[in-house]
Every structure is written in structure tokens, then in C-alpha cells.
């Protein structure tokens, strides 16, 4: 927004809300006003304004920074009181000039005369500052939450800054046994490796992509190990996609299928078993992945390495509050549910 525009719209708002004072005085005082009176009430009323308008924003300018917002009591009730009297004292010498500008002597007016009106002033500089303070107090935080959302996208291009080498590590780990075994599959396997590298290159680094897309880089993930271990490996996938199209964070479900590898292997069946459970509508993602674990493998004490630490941070900063994720660490496999709320 162009700030000669804010500056012009900040302005028409103050303005506004001295004229609305003005207005509400007026209506205060419409049934005890006499014929030809209607002059000297908006004369009095606007040589009052100057000392209103001075005491509000001396208030909410200069005492609520320093003081108030720094907690310095003190201080504070201090400035008010000087404030209070300064307006109680222009009060009664704004009543005195107008008698003495109509009947041409001097006049000291009592107290009592201007109280009702000296407490009409207090109220109203109390209602601007309050006004003012929740102005501020929003504008502040639409800035903190904009900082934090601003951290918040930081960190997830961090996270997913180190989850591409930490994929491609692995990944190039796999080829490797496959290349050190001579096998015929080698060439296939940087042909699924190029495929995977195309989805980093050109998804990985968008704020949100299809559902369907994640499935397929897992898809092409678990192929790439199927080649590796073969015959050993055995995949249930049951995938339900009620809307294929429903944005999730990319590199969303990758890192569980790396963990699967990383702390699975042979069972005691003497085959390596993954089951994946995936469904999906418009408010809910449910996925479940669980993988054998190697006969007499000691129990691990890290739930998780960098993948799942990785994973861990980046829910939280995507989906505060709106996920679940259970890990369990059991004598024979590894469990992995999530389970997130799009409302």
C-alpha cells in the first residue's frame, strides 16, 4: 500500500474521532442548550479541544512507551497525575475565559461548577489511549506473527536443505551395492535415481504439492530399493486418495521410507517385509508404515536418525497442533503412524 495513502487514512481516522467527541458533546448537552446558545457551546467546545488533544497524545506518544510498556509504574502514575491536573487546571481557566470574554470581568470558578465536565475530558483521553494502546498492541502482533511465520519458512527450506543430501547419500549408497555386486540392474537403478533427483529438483522446493506426486516419489523410492534387495523385499501398499490433488508439504512421507531401510532388514521369516497403509480425503491424511526389523538387532536407543528429527521439526512448524506421530521401536519391526488434520 502506498504510504502517502496510510499517512492520508491515519489521518481522516484521528480526525474522525475528535469530530465524533464534538458531536457526542453536542448530543450531551442538545436539551439543556437555550435558543441563540448553539455558537457559544461549539466555541467552548473547540477551546477545549486543543488541551484534550494535547493530554491524549502526550499520553499515548510519550508516557505509554516509556513508561507503561517498560513497566515503570512509578513513573507512569507519576506523568498521569501531572497530565490529570494539567487538564483539570485548563478546565476551569477555559470556563473563567469564557466569562470573562461575555460579561468582561473576572470570575473564579468553583470546582463543582466543571466537574461534571473535567471527568467527561478524563474519559475521553482514557478511551483515545485505550484505543490507541489495542492499535498498537495488533499492529505489533500482526509484525510478531509475520516474523514467526517469516522464521517458521526459513527453517523448513533449512530442514529441507539437508533432507536432499541425506537422500541422495542414501540413495547413491544403493547403487554403489548394486554396482560393487556387477549387477544388471545398476543401470536401472540411476535411471529411478534420475527420476527421484527431477522431483527434488523441481518440487521439493514448492511450499505445497499433490498428494498423488508424494505417493509416486515413494513409489519410485521403494522401487529403487526393490532392485537392491530383490526377491528378500516384499511391499503391501494399500493406498486410498479420495482427492489426489490435496496440497501437502513435499517430502512429506520419504523420510519414513528411509528410516524402514535404514533400521530394517531380513526378519525372522527370512523376508524383508514393509507394509504401507495411506488414506487420504479432503480433512485427513492417515499413512501407517511398518517395516521387519534383522534377527537379534539391538534395540536402538534413538528413535529415529536425521530423517525422522528432520520430519519431527517440520510437522511442528507446518502442522502445529494438527498432527499426531507415533513411533514405536518393537522387538521384531518398526512402527510409524501420522496422522494429520487439514481443518
Known sequence: ???????????????????????????????????????????????????????????????????????????????????????????????????????????????????????????????????????????????????????????????????????LFNSLNNIYSLALMQSELTAESILKLTELLDYLVYRANMSMVPLSKEVQLLDNYIGLEQLRYGAKLKINSDVQLQNEGLQVAPLLLLPFAENCFKHGGVGSEGIFKICIKLYADDQNLVFKITNSKKKNKVKSTVNGGLGLDNIRQRLKLLYPGNHQLNIRDLPEQYQVSLNINFK
Not at 492520508?8 to 484521528?14: A, G
Not at 513497566?71 to 475565559?97: D, H, M, S, T
Open 1 to 167: 500500500m502506498n504510504i502517502d495513502k496510510v499517512n492520508l487514512r491515519l489521518v481522516f481516522i484521528h480526525a474522525l474521532f475528535w469530530l465524533l467527541y464534538v458531536a457526542s458533546e453536542y448530543l450531551a448537552n442538545m436539551m439543556h442548550l437555550q435558543p441563540g446558545n448553539l455558537s457559544r457551546f461549539f466555541g467552548a467546545t473547540l477551546l477545549s479541544l486543543p488541551a484534550l488533544i494535547f493530554a491524549t497524545y502526550f499520553i499515548a506518544l510519550f508516557i505509554v512507551p516509556r513508561f507503561l510498556q517498560k513497566n515503570k509504574w512509578p513513573q507512569f502514575l507519576f506523568w498521569i497525575g501531572i497530565v490529570a491536573a494539567f487538564v483539570f487546571f485548563a478546565r476551569i481557566k477555559w470556563q473563567e475565559l469564557l466569562i470573562y470574554i461575555e460579561a468582561g470581568h473576572y470570575y473564579k470558578t468553583p470546582v463543582a461548577k466543571v466537574l461534571k465536565n473535567i471527568i467527561r475530558d478524563y474519559s475521553i483521553i482514557a478511551l483515545a489511549v485505550c484505543v490507541y494502546i489495542i492499535s498498537d498492541y495488533r499492529q505489533k502482533q500482526k509484525l510478531n506473527e509475520q516474523l514467526i511465520k517469516a522464521k517458521a519458512e526459513a527453517e523448513i527450506k533449512l530442514l529441507k536443505g539437508q533432507l536432499h543430501p541425506h537422500f
